[in-house]
């Protein structure tokens, strides 16, 4: 998995040279789009054609939305607290 | 919102071209996919570093910002922790690299299938879109009972464009900057930390 890691380091190494260049910028953006929507087309072949993820559809969705209200909750109770400690204390 | 529900249709596409049985038999779409993936990873990569504003607004900010998206991860983490108590289909390691997404649904998915497996790539996708959604709908109530950072908590990597509109409009003009701010650093994390959550 370090291909991955470098891969974008280097990604972003080639950004940075391109930064002043904003035609490549809409370029790169667009062919990142396509790789987006190729991949989850590719990630819905792959669950249309597995038979287990289909039959444990409700089952994921559940999964999905308890992490997601789970991950809301936690960061939105910690963000009161540096909201109270950080953002009010200098306004008194 | 316009661009994840073309994004949910690609997915669903592909669900209903593998369900009609009538694709090429032969076909390696597991390797077209990683090789996609590492494409998906530079072009990633250049569009994070050929961002001018993204570079300002990281460097021009007061030093204590940074506790916000800090406060973010650890928030995250604690809660998709507790949802593993509370999925015993799902291991730690698992919860936690869902919601290391935070809620950049589109690449966490497609790292997590390769990385893991298809039927967590999917809970990935389908829980990082809940989060941007959910962040939409509850940010004006999220705000209100606590506190003009709930937004930019709950929008996590998405606070700095789906969801910056709601964000700005319900906490102010001001929080713009520090919801842009924290959104480019989930942003970064996100390949980062789902990469090392999966593999040590």
Redesign the interface.
């Known amino acids: 998995m370090i291909t991955i890691l470098l891969l974008l380091s280097a990604g972003i190494v080639l950004g940075l040279l391109i930064i002043s260049y904003p035609r490549l910028h809409v370029i790169n953006n667009n062919l990142l789009n396509w790789a987006i929507y190729l991949l989850l087309f590719l990630l819905g072949i792959s669950v249309g054609t597995n038979q287990e993820v289909i039959r444990n559809l409700g089952k994921i969705g559940l999964e999905a939305i308890a992490i997601a209200s789970l991950s809301i909750a936690g960061s939105v109770l910690l963000s009161y607290f540096l909201f109270k400690r950080l953002f009010f204390k200098h306004e008194k | 919102m316009k661009?994840s529900l073309?994004?949910?249709g690609?997915?669903?596409?592909?669900?209903?071209?593998?369900?009609?049985?009538k694709?090429p038999a032969g076909f390696d779409?597991?390797k077209?996919?990683s090789y996609?993936?590492?494409?998906?990873?530079?072009?990633?990569?250049?569009?994070?570093?050929?961002?001018?504003n993204s570079w300002s607004v990281l460097a021009s900010h007061n030093y204590?910002i940074i506790?916000?998206p800090v406060?973010?991860v650890?928030?995250?983490?604690?809660?998709?922790a507790?949802?593993a108590l509370?999925?015993p289909?799902?291991t730690l390691r698992e919860?936690l690299a869902?919601?290391a997404g935070f809620g950049y649904y589109?690449?966490s998915?497609?790292?997590i299938?390769q990385?893991h497996s298809?039927?967590l790539?999917?809970?990935?996708?389908?829980?990082?879109i809940?989060?941007e959604v959910?962040?939409l709908l509850?940010t004006p109530i999220?705000v209100r009972y606590?506190?003009?950072?709930?937004g930019?908590?709950?929008g996590?990597a998405t606070a700095m464009d789906t969801t910056l509109p709601v964000i700005t409009r319900y906490s102010g003009k001001s929080y713009a900057v520090i919801a842009v701010f924290s959104g480019i650093v989930l942003t970064i994390l996100v390949?980062?930390l789902v990469?090392f959550i999966?593999?040590v």
């Open positions: 661009s073309i994004i949910f690609f997915f669903v596409a592909g669900v209903f071209a593998g369900l009609s049985g694709l779409f597991d077209l996919g996609a993936l590492y494409l998906l990873m530079l072009l990633a990569g250049i569009s994070i570093g050929s961002d001018k204590k506790w916000v406060t973010i650890t928030g995250t983490m604690m809660g998709s507790l949802a509370l999925l289909s799902l919860t869902v919601g589109s690449l998915s497609v790292f299938t990385l298809h039927s790539g999917v809970v990935a996708l389908l829980s990082n809940f989060r959910a962040t509850l999220l606590f506190g003009n950072l709930a930019i908590a709950s996590g390949p980062f990469t999966l593999t």
